[in-house]
C-alpha cells in the first residue's frame, strides 16, 4: 500500500478536521490558538565565540519582550527558547533538531555566528522546514529556502572595503584569518578580484591559524617583513572570536600603527573592542553596514533602549544586533501578513517585507534572502568606537553567488514560484542542484 504525501498547509487542515470528527471543542481549538509563538534563540554562551554571541542572545531576548509589550503578536505572546551550543558546531545541529522537533518546539530560530556553524544547522532545518535568520557577515556561495541571511554577502562588506583601500594607494594584502569557510571562501572571491584588478600573486600573503588562536607574535612579524617591501599594505582580516584580543595586542606590542599598516576587519566590532585596549589601534578599521556611532533617531533610540535593558550605560551595540533587529521585525511584519506563524506562509510572505533599519532608512527582504543594506568604513576611536569615514550612496542588495568566482557568476537564487531555485544558471536558465559551487 502507498503512503499519503500531504504538503504541510493540507496536513494541518486535515488534522483540523478530523479534531472536529473526534468532538475536540471550538473552544480548544481557541486555547491552541492561544498557546505561546516559540523562539529559539541558538548562540553560544560559552567557549570561543561566547565573547560575540551572548550578546545577540541578549538583544533577542529584550526584542521579544518589547515585542510582548506591545501586545504579542496575533494576539500571543512570544516565548523565547534559549540554548547554548557552546562553540561546537555538531552541537549546534543537535540543539537546531531538538529546537525544532523537542517538546519546546519553536516557530523560528533565530542564531549562530560562524560560516561553519551555520553549514551544521543548515541540513537539520532544511530536513524539519524551520525557518533560520542568520545575522552575521558570510562568505555567500549558498542559498537556502530555510535561512534568511541578514548579515552581510561579500559584495555588501568585502569586495568594497577591498575597494576602498586600492583607492588609499595600498599595493600589497595580508590576508589573515581563523581557518573555517567563512574566511577561506571570502579569500577566494578577495584573491580573485585582486587579481583581476592586476594584483600579482608576490604582493598576496595568506595566513590561517585555529579558532581561540592566541600566539601571534611570529605571524604579526611575518605581515611587518611583508609590509616593508616598500609597498603601502594592509591586512584584511577574517580573525573570529576572542583570537582577535591577542592579535591587535600583538600588533601594538610590535609598534604596527595604522599609519605603517592598517588593518581592515571584517569581524570585529564594538563588542569585540571592549576588551582591548583600543589607544594604540586608533585608525585601524572595519568594514560593516552599521556601526554604533550612526547618527539616526532610530539608532539613537535603540541605543537608549539597549542600555536600560543591559541597566549599563557601557554596553555597546554592533553589526550583527542591527542584523537581528531587521531579521526580527521582518519576521513579525510577515506572520502578521501571513496571519500565522506557519513556516510556509510565513516564507512566502517575507520577500518583499521592508522594515526600518538603524542607519535611518530602511532594508528589503529579496527573492534570494539576502537584504538591502548600506556599506560602512569605519575607523577605530580612543574610546572604543567607530568614526565612519565613508558609506555607500545607496543600500546593496546582497548577492548569494560571487561574480568573481567562475563557477558561481552566473548563478542568482530567487525561492519565488515558479522559479523556487537558489542555484538558476541564468546562461542556461536551469536549475542547478547538487552541492556549492565553492565547499569548505
Not at 176 to 189: A, E, F, L, M, S
Not at 399 to 413: E, G, K, M, V
Amino acid at each position: 500500500m502507498g503512503s499519503l504525501s500531504l504538503s504541510r498547509p493540507l496536513l494541518m487542515g486535515a488534522l483540523l478536521s478530523a479534531g472536529a470528527a473526534l468532538g475536540l471543542s471550538d473552544d480548544a481549538r481557541a486555547e491552541a490558538d492561544r498557546d505561546p509563538i516559540r523562539v529559539g534563540i541558538l548562540h553560544s554562551l560559552s567557549g570561543t565565540m561566547a565573547i560575540s554571541e551572548s550578546t545577540l542572545k541578549d538583544e533577542m531576548l529584550m526584542l521579544i519582550e518589547q515585542q510582548n509589550e506591545r501586545g504579542g503578536l496575533l494576539g500571543r505572546q512570544l516565548e523565547p527558547v534559549v540554548v547554548d551550543p557552546a562553540s561546537d558546531w555538531p552541537l549546534f545541529a543537535e540543539q537546531a533538531r531538538d529546537l525544532l522537533s523537542g517538546d519546546d518546539r519553536v516557530d523560528v530560530i533565530f542564531g549562530n555566528w560562524t560560516s561553519a556553524s551555520r553549514k551544521a544547522v543548515l541540513p537539520v532545518v532544511e530536513e524539519l522546514n524551520g525557518l533560520l535568520f542568520y545575522p552575521v557577515q558570510y562568505e555567500g556561495e549558498e542559498s537556502s529556502d530555510n535561512i534568511f541571511y541578514t548579515g552581510a554577502a561579500p559584495n555588501q562588506q568585502a569586495i568594497p572595503a577591498v575597494e576602498y583601500l586600492r583607492e588609499q594607494g595600498v599595493e600589497r594584502w595580508a590576508l589573515v584569518g581563523t581557518d573555517y569557510v567563512y574566511p577561506r571562501t571570502t579569500n577566494k572571491i578577495l584573491e580573485a578580484w585582486l587579481k583581476d584588478q592586476g594584483v600579482s600573486d608576490d604582493d598576496i600573503m595568506v595566513n590561517y591559524t585555529p579558532f581561540g588562536h592566541s600566539d601571534w607574535q611570529s605571524i604579526v612579524s611575518s605581515i611587518a617583513s611583508f609590509g616593508g617591501q616598500g609597498k603601502k599594505t594592509a591586512v584584511i582580516s577574517t580573525i573570529n572570536g576572542d583570537a582577535n584580543v591577542p592579535f591587535y595586542r600583538e600588533l601594538a606590542n610590535q609598534g604596527i600603527s595604522a599609519s605603517d599598516i592598517p588593518v581592515m576587519a571584517f569581524s570585529v566590532g564594538e563588542q569585540e573592542l571592549t576588551g582591548i585596549d583600543t589607544a594604540p589601534l586608533v585608525g585601524h578599521m572595519a568594514a560593516w553596514n552599521y556601526f554604533m556611532s550612526v547618527d539616526s533617531d532610530a539608532n539613537f533610540d535603540f541605543i537608549d533602549s539597549w542600555l536600560a535593558y543591559k541597566g549599563d550605560d557601557s554596553a555597546v551595540t554592533n553589526d550583527p544586533m542591527e542584523a537581528h533587529y531587521i531579521g526580527f521585525n521582518m519576521w513579525v511584519e510577515a506572520v502578521k501578513k501571513a496571519g500565522t506563524p506557519e513556516v510556509d506562509a510565513v516564507r512566502d510572505a517575507i520577500i518583499g517585507v521592508t522594515v526600518p533599519n538603524l542607519s535611518g532608512g530602511s532594508s528589503a527582504m529579496m527573492p534570494n534572502h539576502h537584504i538591502t543594506k548600506p556599506v560602512m568604513i569605519g575607523e577605530i576611536q580612543n574610546d572604543g568606537q567607530f568614526s565612519v569615514v565613508w558609506q555607500t550612496p545607496s543600500n546593496i542588495a546582497g548577492d548569494a553567488w560571487s561574480d568573481y568566482l567562475p563557477d558561481s557568476r552566473n548563478l542568482i537564487s530567487d525561492w519565488r514560484a515558479p522559479l523556487h531555485c537558489g542555484r538558476l544558471n541564468v546562461a542556461s536558465m536551469t536549475c542547478e542542484d547538487g552541492e556549492p559551487a565553492v565547499s569548505q
